[in-house]
């Protein structure tokens, strides 16, 4: 594969680190427990580029008018039917998803993309921003939240600015080494590599929800583009290396990370699942302390939401270039 680079703001989940089973335990356990208590004051917005979403749409169109042209043609040669609307939740998922696209065009139009899938990320945020606004209008007038309300609440609420991230090394360069090795909390982390060197390129058909979910077939190609399959394919990997399902309270709640008939929002959502391995795992303090199977989450805009959802399968430590 590809060296990938794209500007963003990286969050490793560290799942090669010594971290004792009990102790990643407890800290699910006590995360859920405080699922269950929110405060007005604990709500945060995202940030936009302005308070004007109208001027921000008027204003994309014309900086934009590129990307979007490319964006289009992607959709109908791919034979995909998906409108070009930018209010439209399921046109900005799939423009977001084009962050790391890097195989299907050119350098020069890739930067256009890449500017393109920024400003989604900031724009998309004003409907988040709308229902955060809902939350919080709730707990001001001391409404108390459903379980659902409280579940979707944790799903919005944007990764905290004091939240470490994983800087990169100045000085490290050359390959570094993987070695098989089971972790102390049961990861096989070659394991998980080399399942993802077997699927990078297809869908496994045990786990067909999505493709289901969509009203398409996994055996289908075309329908492969209809969900950003990202964190469902890391999701995957880290299992076959042997961590462990967690069942929460329900497959809304962050301290879950499971697959069945209907898999957890942590399992495929890029968000949830980084929600979920912060607190389970930990993140990379750098990336020297990377191994292969290591988990990558992206922040295209620095917003606090988490866009992409990558395994690490080589690192080559030199200008901080990963492969994934």
Known sequence: MKKKLISALVFAVALTTSVASALAAEKVEVQEKKENVFSAKDITLYKTISDNPGQERKMAKGEHKE?????????????????????????????????????????????????????????????????????????????????????????????????????????????????????????????????????????????????????????????????????NFVSQALYAGGMKMRYGSSYTSSASWSYGVVPSYTWGGAHNFYTHWKARAGVASSVSALQTGDAVNADYSGDGHIDHTALLQRIRVHTAAINI
């Open 67 to 231: 990307a979007i042209k490319l964006v289009e043609d992607y959709i109908k040669a791919n034979g995909l039917s998906i409108a070009t609307d930018l209010d439209d939740p399921a046109y900005q998922k799939f423009v977001l998803s084009l962050g790391v696209a890097f195989d299907e065009f050119s350098e020069e139009d890739m930067k256009k993309i890449i500017s393109f899938v920024q400003f989604i990320d900031l724009y998309e945020n004003h409907a988040q921003n709308n229902k955060l606004k809902g939350f919080k209008n709730k707990l001001e007038n001391n409404t108390v939240l459903s379980e659902q309300e409280k579940a979707e609440l944790i799903s919005l609420l944007p990764a905290s600015p004091n939240d470490p991230s994983t800087s990169e090394n100045e000085e490290v360069s050359g390959d570094v080494v993987s070695i098989a090795t089971v972790y102390s909390n049961g990861y096989d982390n070659i394991k998980a590599r080399d399942y993802a060197y077997k699927w990078w390129d297809g869908r496994n058909p045990a786990y067909d929800y999505y493709a289901y979910k969509e009203g398409c077939s996994i055996y289908d190609k075309s329908c492969w583009s209809q969900w950003n399959d990202c964190a």
